[in-house]
T-cell receptor, first 112, second 114 residues
Framework: DAKTTQPPSMDCAEGRAANLPCNHS???????VYWYRQIHSQGPQYIIH???NNETNEMASLIITEDRKSSTLILPHATLRDTAVYYC?????????????FGKGTLLTVNP | EPEVTQTPSHQVTQMGQEVILRCVPI?????FYWYRQILGQKVEFLVS????????KSEIFDDQFSVERPDGSNFTLKIRSTKLEDSAMYFC????????????FGDGTRLSIL
């Protein structure tokens, strides 16, 4: 699986958009980008994933650059409950690979 | 919304004892996983399970560990002879299919070895 790089921490004001970057410059054609978050040692919560097109769901939007070497997770209106560690994971789909490989992620702190 | 449930939420066990952690995956999911997270460290993959057999396992998943799907709803992780370093949060996850679909996680079992 391609390596990802995320900033260790970010701050965001409540009600503003939170934009979390992820660099995955060695991504290959069959690798998806997944975003999860973990709120205070709860189980990782799935947010969104994509291959090459931008994606949006009820939680967030995922913007993937055209060369697929980086992506941004956007939480459009951050709330205090969005304070969590956010993980960007790149995973090869298929073959003998089943696992998600978690890094250290970005600690997003939403401030009142 | 369907969710993965894990029991117990906290398990305290003496070193050397056997422990079984239980999970009920989402009902139409076919792939099952265990991960663990030692306090302050990353979430680490242990094992994946499909069609009643292990499909992938990590170096952590040695002979002390085993997994089983004893019936149509439960998925268990057994640690035969626990060590102090097995103290961690253990997360179960499941996915509908393997390609292009996310894994959904339970809230974990905190295992404390004394």
């Amino acid at each position: 699986d391609a390596k990802t790089t995320q900033p260790p921490s970010m701050d965001c004001a409540e009600g503003r958009a939170a934009n979390l970057p992820c660099n995955h410059s060695t991504i290959s054609g069959n690798e998806y980008v997944y975003w999860y978050r973990q709120i205070h040692s709860q189980g990782p919560q799935y947010i969104i994933h994509g291959l090459k097109n931008n994606e949006t769901n009820e939680m967030a939007s995922l913007i993937i650059t055209e060369d697929r070497k980086s992506s941004t997770l956007i939480l459009p209106h951050a709330t205090l409950r969005d304070t969590a560690v956010y993980y960007c994971i790149v995973r090869v789909e298929g073959g003998s690979n089943y696992k998600l490989t978690f890094g250290k992620g970005t600690l997003l702190t939403v401030n009142p | 919304e369907p969710e993965v449930t894990q029991t117990p939420s906290h398990q305290v066990t003496q070193m050397g004892q056997e422990v079984i952690l239980r999970c009920v995956p989402i009902s139409n999911h076919l792939y099952f996983y265990w991960y663990r997270q030692i306090l302050g460290q990353k979430v680490e993959f242990l094992v994946s399970f499909y069609n009643n057999e292990i499909s992938e396992k990590s170096e952590i998943f040695d002979d002390q560990f085993s997994v089983e799907r004893p019936d149509g709803s439960n998925f268990t992780l057994k640690i035969r002879s626990t060590k102090l370093e097995d103290s961690a949060m253990y997360f179960c996850a499941s996915s509908e299919v393997r390609v292009g679909k996310p894994q959904h996680f339970g809230d974990g079992t905190r295992l404390s070895i004394l």
